[in-house]
């Protein structure tokens, strides 16, 4: 029996599914933009033979399942992903069937909707615990095991596919893929990563616990006090780690202004905080 969490899932795996291949019916595909991945692939061969889009990408995936099962998951992860190409490919050729010739013949807004609302089924699918199968599976291996962001994985394992396109369709449509390929990868990031961006603060005062109090009662967020040394003086000193979110940065800096004037700051980015404060922690 599927538990609360798993239809939820499956829930989110549909509509990723759906969202997906609504971005090829009305945008790819009558466009004639290979933005890259199994799907794109299967575009080009259609090209040369009218077999069925859908088709292909069900068949192609295949060998990818193994790689899937290898690394993302086992059995949780190749119930799930079948479950989602089967039913994109199935919407991707009963799509082209009710709506063959797409909604613009205009090669940007192909390009650009594409992209984003590919990209938007993409991060649903992400968030259903599940992928799209094709080169979203490499796309996520790169990510778990070298650290590679989403949008950088998608330019890795699509660019060769974007490339058979540009032979087929022509240069200029291949150059539209690559935009189109950014914005859905970029799009997929930010539904299934989040938009949370906090900023990060290094500060090296000679008056840390007076800093550290004012951020505390001031901004009421929490600070971590580290022990560092100056390597040209050698003098141990502690050093002073906070989050805060991006409204928070000018606060911050008059803050530390007004205790110590003098005082060393670095300010940085981190894509996502969880935990007391921000984001909770989930699974």
Not at 99 to 116: E, F, H, K
Not at 160 to 179: D, H, N, S
Not at 198 to 205: L, M
């Amino acid at each position: 029996m599927l538990k609360r969490n798993d239809l939820r899932d499956y829930g989110l795996l549909v509509l990723g599914a759906t969202v997906q291949a609504a971005s090829m019916n009305l945008f790819y595909i009558p466009g004639q933009i290979a933005s890259g991945g199994v799907s794109g692939l299967a575009q080009v061969i259609h090209h040369h033979t009218d077999w069925p889009i859908g088709m292909m990408v069900l068949v192609m995936n295949v060998p990818l399942f193994v790689l899937g099962w290898r690394y993302l998951g086992g059995r949780r992860f190749f119930i799930r992903t079948i479950f989602t190409v089967v039913l994109y490919s199935v919407l991707l050729d009963l799509g082209l069937l009710i709506i063959p010739n797409g909604l613009t013949q205009n090669a940007m807004l192909n390009a650009l909707y594409g992209g984003v609302i590919g990209g938007l089924g993409m991060g649903i699918t992400f968030l259903g615990q599940g992928t799209g199968g094709g080169t979203d599976i490499l796309a996520r291996v790169l990510a778990k095991l070298r650290g590679i962001r989403l949008s950088q994985s998608y330019l890795i394992t699509d660019a060769l596919v974007i490339l058979l396109g540009g032979f087929t369709f022509g240069p200029e449509k291949a150059l539209y893929a690559i935009l189109a390929l950014y914005i859905s990868g970029a799009a997929a990031e930010v539904i299934s990563e989040g938009s949370n961006v906090v900023r990060t603060a290094i500060i090296v005062s000679d008056k840390p616990r007076e800093v550290a109090e004012a951020i505390l009662q001031e901004l009421e967020r929490g600070v971590t006090g580290l022990h560092g040394e100056g390597m040209y003086t050698q003098i141990e000193r502690t050093v002073l780690y906070v989050v805060i979110a991006r409204s928070e940065v000018a606060r911050l800096k008059a803050l530390i202004h007004e205790v110590d004037p003098n005082a060393f700051v670095v300010i940085g980015q981190a894509s996502e905080a969880l935990g007391e404060g921000f984001k909770p922690l989930k699974e």
